[in-house]
């Protein structure tokens, strides 16, 4: 008996996700007093903020210091039930119900792991749990536990059908991808087709849907600096659907202790360095225990040639360029659903890995999240990514072609305020009120006050605006599709600038620049010769940057349009970093 796979759901493509830390983003009764009703009155907020998903990172029993000596949804002791010090069932239910009624979807947080050491599942159920990790109980997902996975389903089905959850964020690793199938599956014959967000790949068709992590601009270090995003967001999403210049790294660890590494390069003997050549891909089909397809998985085929012959080998490591592993021994792996496949064909290797984000699954780009801020980031500095910059939010994050995620207080550039007890150790060590990681930011509404912030806000509602005004135009790009639907555009200035970029689709524009420059306004010319007919009559809007005097709305030729000079303000101002241009050619009979 097979059965259908179940998609995702049809609005998938029109997310824009924003992560609350319950006891933080609001503070009734002071630091750490967040509640499902406070959070609930920041409902109207967030709908005139404009996003449509909220990430809530604070739902289920969890203990009050394990982790950065403050409350943590990561602390988890019981998933199946809700804990009080946020509110009651029904607070709870109102504060979906609300969310739902100004059009925003509510995913929440699993813990796939495991639990906290003091929680009544671990004495309840002792024959669930084999070993730990970060200082938790961790479920044996992989002993045959029927009555742990039946139980596993029903918790999250109860969040569903009880409160209307539309979907999850797998926290660490998926585990067990058939279970999460089943409750996909299970969760739309109810009615329901939910949303799978993981944090780590890969997104498969059937079990996940995004990775929380497929694109970062801001992790726990801070701006990745080195992010091709940067500076040239549409050609690098071009490139990664297209899945063009992806490398593999092999590791090749044998019993005896030795290890082979592609990476190492000996000049005068290269017989002795594996060569890795990728060879494309393969889609297999998962069958579950029933006999039911539960869901299907890319995987990428590799050859490895050159490997040391006549020695057992204990572990095949591949690492990608963006430094994600991949292992064949599942022993201390958290992903070890995912473990590499190989054969021995020769002096070499057959490998299979499954992508990170498999063909036909959407792109996401971080902005920034609760991890930003971890264990050794610097106290002096702030973990929020954009800090006031138009151009992050905007260039790379909310106007490019991938879903986007982004922490609660980016909107209005917080000034980063750690809650009391927050320390700098994961485990609470070192001095309370001295740790950075984001999750502990206690964020004070109070900041809005200030004119600065108020104009970032304002800004942050008009960039989401626009994204949400043209769903036709912006869109998250598909691994594995190759599209013109957007591309990157010739400019013209005395600064390098990111490489501006746009979307077209039939007679309209959406043309996206940039100045990162937080000390200087630049203008800039935008070759437009590829996009337009230089005869093309065209009617042209400024949606995002300061127009010089009547320019807001006009109408030109194409030609014109090409050796027009646009001025982009210095980041980090009102209206500035960001430059948005909406052209539309107008056809006979429309003037």
């Not at 590499?340 to 990170?356: H, K, Q, S």
């Not at 930003?372 to 790379?396: C, D, H, I, M």
């Not at 999750?439 to 108020?454: C, R, V």
Request: proline share 5%; net charge negative; hydrophobic share 35%.
């Amino acid at each position: 008996m097979s059965y259908k796979i179940t998609d995702a759901p049809d609005d998938l493509d029109q997310l824009v996700i924003y992560e609350i830390a319950t006891k933080s983003f609001t503070s009734p009764n002071g630091p750490e007093s967040g509640t499902f009703v406070s959070a609930e009155e920041k409902i109207p907020y967030l709908e005139e903020l404009g996003i449509n998903a909220v990430w809530l990172t604070g739902h289920q029993l969890c203990d009050f210091r394990h982790f950065y000596n403050i409350w943590t949804e990561y602390a988890c002791i019981r998933p199946d039930c809700l804990d009080p010090s946020l509110g009651s069932e029904a607070d709870f239910r109102h504060l979906i119900e609300s969310a739902h009624s100004h059009g925003i979807k509510v995913f929440l947080d699993v813990i796939t792991h495991g639990v906290m050491e003091n929680s009544p599942l671990v004495k309840e159920h002792p024959d669930w749990f084999l070993g730990g990790s970060w200082g938790m109980r961790d479920f044996d997902w992989y002993g045959a536990h029927a009555d742990l996975d039946a139980w596993w389903v029903d918790t999250w089905l109860w969040y569903v059908k009880e409160f209307g959850i539309d979907g999850y964020r797998l926290d660490v690793a998926h585990y067990r991808n058939d279970l999460w199938a089943l409750i996909r599956r299970k969760a739309a014959a109810l009615g329901k087709k939910i949303t799978i967000i993981a944090e780590n790949g890969p997104a498969i068709r059937g079990v996940t849907d995004i990775l929380q992590h497929g694109e970062a601009v801001g992790n726990n270090r801070g701006l990745n600096r080195s992010f091709r995003m940067l500076y040239d967001a549409a050609g690098y999403c071009r490139d990664r659907q297209r899945r063009l210049n992806e490398r593999y790294e092999v590791k090749i660890l044998y019993k005896d202790g030795t290890v082979q590494d592609s990476r190492d390069c000996v000049w005068f003997d290269k017989n002795k360095v594996p060569e890795v050549i990728c060879e494309g891909s393969v889609l297999k089909e998962i069958i579950c225990a029933d006999g039911c397809t539960a869901y299907s998985i890319q995987m990428g085929k590799l050859r490895v040639e050159n490997i040391y012959r006549g020695k057992k080998i204990k572990n095949i490591q591949v690492t990608d360029k963006e430094g994600h592993v991949w292992n064949s021994d599942h022993e201390g792996n958290l992903e070890v659903d995912y473990t590499v496949d190989y054969t021995m064909t020769g002096n070499g290797l057959a490998v299979e890995i499954p992508f990170r984000i498999q063909d036909g699954q959407f792109l996401s780009i971080q902005l920034s999240c609760h991890d930003n801020g971890w264990v050794g980031f610097p106290e002096q500095e702030n973990p929020y990514t954009a800090k006031g910059s138009r151009y992050l939010a905007g260039y790379t994050t909310l106007l490019a072609p991938a879903i986007p995620v982004f922490m609660s207080g980016e909107e209005f550039n917080a000034d980063y305020r750690p809650l009391p007890q927050l320390a700098p150790g994961l485990y609470g060590e070192g001095e309370p009120g001295k740790g950075r990681w984001l999750y502990g930011s206690w964020i004070d509404w109070e900041q809005l006050k200030n004119p600065e912030k108020a104009a970032m806000l304002e800004d942050m509602k008009r960039i989401i605006q626009i994204r949400r005004a043209h769903p036709h135009l912006i869109r998250p790009g598909k691994m594995g599709e190759k599209t013109d639907r957007f591309c990157p555009v010739d400019y013209d200035a005395e600064e390098i600038l990111p490489i501006p970029y746009c979307y077209r689709e039939e007679n309209e524009v959406l043309l996206i620049a940039a100045n990162p420059d937080e000390e200087k306004d630049v203008w800039v010319k935008l070759d437009l010769s590829q996009i337009l007919q230089p005869e093309s009559r065209c009617r042209v809007s400024i949606l995002f940057g300061e127009a010089q005097e009547d320019e807001a709305e006009f109408v030109e030729n194409g030609i014109n349009l090409s050796e027009h000079k646009w001025l982009i303000r210095r980041d980090k101002t009102s209206r500035g970093g960001l430059l948005v241009l909406k052209i539309e050619e107008i056809r006979k009979g429309q003037e």
